[in-house]
């Protein structure tokens, strides 16, 4: 990616990033850091695509998003981009397996199979025997893990995280980062962490420092790790439907 981002109030203009480029390869575990205004949340919401950028562009799986209608920007989100974020966007009233199945809800899926990847899924997060439990009777790491289930369950080729671990003890945080890093090393899962928190950084393959809407630093920490692709169900298939593909095209 390589962009720029400027707020317009009234007659003048604010910038939020002023130039920010670099590339994240498939399967790296990356943390974004910088102070508050630094402009790094404002660079997740581009990632993610949440938001656009005033100029440049970004490539996901090299297809510029910058050129994608919003039609297309919510499938693509959809099908190829997970969410975490720190106050864990959970719906109340739902049990931990439907907050997982509802990304597979909109895609069509037969509520068999959903059931069936949601399950495993949570299981994957050790919290298969708290499928049927709300979020209020779950501590908040748990519910990050059923958060952290829930952006994994189409499979998507990159996981946006905004401070996941902003609102957890540091148990909670260590469990939630185990997890994370056992998907990213199983799966080959893109991730990309905004944090605060250097104990997160540290469990990360690359240090992106943003500071005043530039990168002010650039640091591998790590190797991405050889992984093995993980088997999937013979019946599992999420895929979007033919109306969903010609959107896309």
């Known amino acids: 990616m390589d962009v720029t981002k400027v707020y317009r109030v009234g007659h003048q203009d604010y910038p939020a990033l002023r130039g920010v480029s670099f590339k994240i390869e498939r399967g790296e575990l990356t943390s974004i850091m910088g102070p508050s205004g630094s402009g790094k949340s404002t660079l997740l919401n581009i990632i993610g695509a949440l938001d656009r950028a005033t100029s440049g562009r970004v490539l996901i799986d090299g297809v510029n998003i910058s050129k994608m209608n919003e039609d297309q920007l919510a499938l693509l989100r959809n099908r190829r981009i997970g969410f975490v974020y720190q106050s864990f966007n959970l719906i109340q009233r739902l049990t931990s397996l439907e907050n997982v199945e509802l990304p597979l809800i909109s895609r069509g899926t037969s509520e068999k199979v959903r059931k069936q990847h949601s399950l495993r899924l ?62 990213n090393r199983s799966s080959g899962t893109t991730f990309v962490i905004v944090t605060h928190n250097p104990e997160v950084s540290e469990r990360t393959h690359r240090v992106i420092s943003i500071k005043d809407g530039l990168v002010e630093k650039d640091q591998r920490i790590g190797r991405i790790d050889m992984y093995t692709q993980s088997s999937e169900p013979d019946n599992w298939d999420a895929s979007p439907s033919t109306d969903q593909k010609k959107k896309l095209d």
């Open 122 to 183: 949570l299981n994957a997060v050790g919290l298969v025997k708290k499928r049927n439990k709300r979020p209020t009777e779950l501590s908040g790491g748990e519910q990050q893990r059923v958060a952290i289930a829930r952006a994994l369950v189409t499979k998507p080729a990159l996981v946006i995280a905004d401070e996941p671990t902003g609102n957890l003890d540091s148990k909670s945080t260590s469990e939630v980062l185990d997890y994370v890093v056992n998907v």
